[in-house]
């Protein structure tokens, strides 16, 4: 599978919101209930288009991520992948390229999940470690220097 990342425009908004939903609703609405107009504002609040990318694999839109570097980390705020092309690799190849860039600027990397999501399992396979909690997510982290992330070359995605 040819996998890359390119920079999502006002084009994908519509994409990014969708999928966010699609991905996500079963997650939220056991715990806060789903109300549409409450999710489309918290939406509009947090997304940002210039941090975000879409993933492409084989020249289709199969996913969208978004980041936020500071002077020390890299914060992955959001990952979704379309639900037909989950549990294919994807994100482990995205998180793979993630990580090697942080590493190459030696910055640690942070994200934060929902404790009923079992993309724990992945982010925990792929280096990150629980740094605190509060009653509804965890709190990852990947240092810079922590040993087994992949080097750049195997990055995986350009
Ligand atoms: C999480 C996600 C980005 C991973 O991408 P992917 O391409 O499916 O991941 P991979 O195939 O490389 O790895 C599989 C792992 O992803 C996670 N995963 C797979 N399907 C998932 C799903 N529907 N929801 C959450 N995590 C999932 C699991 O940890 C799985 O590991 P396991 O096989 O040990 O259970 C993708 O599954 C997804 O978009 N899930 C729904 C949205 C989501 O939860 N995003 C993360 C928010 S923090």
């Known amino acids: ?5 390119r920079e999502a425009s006002q084009a ?6 969708s999928l966010y939903f699609e991905t996500m609703r079963g997650m939220i609405e056991p ?16 997304f940002n288009v210039q941090q975000a990318s879409i993933i492409v694999a084989d020249g289709r839109d199969v996913g969208w991520m978004q ?10 705020g959001s ?3 379309i639900p037909d092309m989950q549990g294919l690799g994807i994100g482990t190849q995205i998180l793979r390229g993630l990580i090697a860039q942080a590493k190459l600027a030696s910055k ?22 629980l740094t605190h909690e509060d009653e509804y997510k965890f709190y990852m982290r990947l240092a810079a220097d922590a040993p087994g992330a992949p080097a750049a070359d195997q990055a995986g995605f350009s």
Do not use: C
């Open 31 to 46: 715990l806060f209930g789903w109300d549409q107009r409450h999710q489309e504002e918290s939406f509009a609040g947090w």
């Open 108 to 129: 640690a990397l942070t994200l934060a999940v929902m404790k009923n999501n079992p993309a724990i399992r992945l982010y925990e396979r792929m280096g990150f470690r």
């Open 12 to 17: 994908d908004i519509a994409f990014a919101r």
């Open 67 to 76: 980041t936020r570097t500071s002077e020390r980390e890299v914060f992955l």
């Open 1 to 5: 599978m040819d996998l890359h990342l």
């Open 79 to 81: 990952l979704y992948v």
